[in-house]
């Protein structure tokens, strides 16, 4: 399977199953759209006649000549590879069944902002308000190293509603992994998530000190992030927390941190938020659609979706220019490795919820992740008990990009492993559904980082030669 298509100046040819990607010059292109279905004599005749038409300067021979090594390729197994993945996708998932790495710990099922967008509710998702204890933190903790096998490196995620409310707990709790590190020969890897209004010196110490990674919640401009970021009274938090963002980033020397943002159907230019977030100096940035009703006035519509994927590839462009002027920023949907990028367990299998990666409430029950706490029939067991649930974990457990019949003919099938489980629940009803709109987001955010990617590694080698 291959897709093509032009970007950014690029003629840019995906082989999806070796992996490969090939920039291509217009001959090419237009041999390889044609390989599968025509001879070579077809081709040659009709590529040789479509040039010559736009007065291009182009013989039967550089097209043969380009057929062939259009053969080779494939025949060297980077083009036209068949899909031979689908019998050892069960097979991968199945050896690291049983072995958990991450946890998403809900040390706070409340909130201090009443944002109206939240999909968990402000903080509570959809039960009671409430603080998770040490003692089952501490449990929750023992439980991932109890369940991790030979894996050393864990990861916790500090969640909620907001953790910062629980912020003690917090520091306990990182302080009793470092006690057991040695011990269990593990290495802990922590992330904090907060919505900023908290944050004060110490939380940026600690923060600095100890979390591998901070995700900070900001929409953008400050008309967009005060439309819904806003605190019980109803007051916008955006003058609040950018000044703290900005002293806890510029301490933590401008690295490893995401600057979180959500857009909607009433920001649909995102793109205009992210030049606001390059204004007040972050450079690790991400913006996430809205996770919502189809009913909320929030929800992106279809009238939508042009706006948004010519965003996304605005956005590209902005990222090739800032480069290029010696200004470089992360975007976290198109951080992608054309030279290496994901094993094959990873392209099939996707992200682990309910298997290697689950989320734990401040009672110490155990959801597949943070988007199915507080659906009851997801509930997978306890910390103490473990995973009771079984049948439930089964549906995740079988959750690869095969177990999809939607994906199967998909380019992007690969890239995005058959896509979010909760997703796909909240959209469609099961796990194995497909959230098509966001498959639409996906695909072009894929066929931008692969450009922007591609760009960098052109640069790079133009530099390199001059």
């Known amino acids: 399977m291959i897709h093509q298509y032009k970007l950014y100046g690029l003629n840019i040819v995906l082989d999806i199953c070796s992996g490969s990607v090939h920039l291509v010059d217009d001959i090419a292109y237009d041999v390889i759209g044609m390989f599968s279905e025509h001879t070579k004599d077809e081709i040659v005749d009709k590529v040789f006649s479509d040039f010559s038409a736009k007065g291009e300067t182009v013989t039967r021979e550089d097209v043969a000549e380009c057929y062939d090594q259009v053969a080779q390729l494939k025949e060297a197994g980077k083009l036209f590879v068949e899909d031979s993945f689908e019998p050892i996708a069960g097979e991968l998932k199945e050896k690291t069944s049983g072995v958990v790495k ?5 040390v706070a099922h409340v909130c201090n902002l009443n944002c109206s967008y939240c999909f968990a509710s402000q903080g509570k998702y959809h039960g009671e308000r409430g603080l998770m204890s040490y003692e089952v933190g501490k449990r929750a903790l023992d439980f991932l190293v109890e369940n991790s096998g030979t894996r050393r490196n864990l990861e916790v995620d500090f ?5 910062l409310m629980n912020f003690g707990v917090v520091k306990d709790l990182v302080k009793y992994a470092r006690s057991i590190e040695k011990e269990k020969n593990k290495n802990f890897r922590f992330t904090l998530t907060t919505n900023g209004m908290l944050i004060d010196d110490d939380v940026i110490d600690f923060a600095n000190r100890e979390m591998s990674n901070v995700v900070l919640s900001l929409d953008g401009r400050k008309e967009v992030h005060d439309r819904f970021r806003v605190d019980y009274s109803g007051k916008g938090s955006f003058d609040t927390i950018v000044p703290k963002f900005q002293k806890l980033v510029e301490k933590r020397g401008g690295k490893n941190y995401y600057m979180r943002g959500t857009f909607t159907h009433r920001n649909p230019d995102f793109l205009e938020d992210i030049k606001t977030m390059l204004d007040l100096g972050f450079r690790e940035l991400s913006m996430e659609p809205v996770v919502c009703a189809e009913t909320d006035a929030s929800a992106l519509t279809k009238e939508d979706l042009p706006l948004i994927l010519s965003q996304y590839e605005k956005l590209g462009e902005l990222m090739i220019e800032k480069r290029r002027a010696g200004d470089p920023f992360t975007f976290y949907h198109y951080m992608i490795d054309l030279q290496g990028g994901p094993c094959i367990y990873k392209r099939i299998s996707g992200c682990g919820s309910g298997t290697e990666y689950m989320a734990v409430t401040p009672w110490g029950e155990l959801y597949p992740c943070h988007q199915f706490v507080g659906e009851e029939s997801y509930s997978l067991g306890n910390i103490w008990d473990g995973v009771t649930n079984l049948e439930k974990q089964c549906e995740f457990k079988e959750c690869n990009v095969y177990a999809r ?13 058959g896509g979010c489980a909760a997703n796909a629940f909240h959209s469609t ?30 640069d790079r080698k133009k530099n390199c030669e001059s």
Request: aromatic share 12%; proline share 2%.
């Open 102 to 106: 991450a946890l998403c710990l809900h």
């Open 159 to 163: 969640f909620g509603g907001e953790p």
């Open 405 to 417: 019949e939607d994906c199967r003919d998909c380019w992007a099938k690969l890239y995005c492993s």
């Open 429 to 458: 009803g099961s796990v194995k559904g497909v959230y098509k709109y966001g498959c639409e987001l996906f695909k072009k955010r894929m066929e931008c980082a692969i450009a922007v990617a591609a760009t960098e590694l052109l």
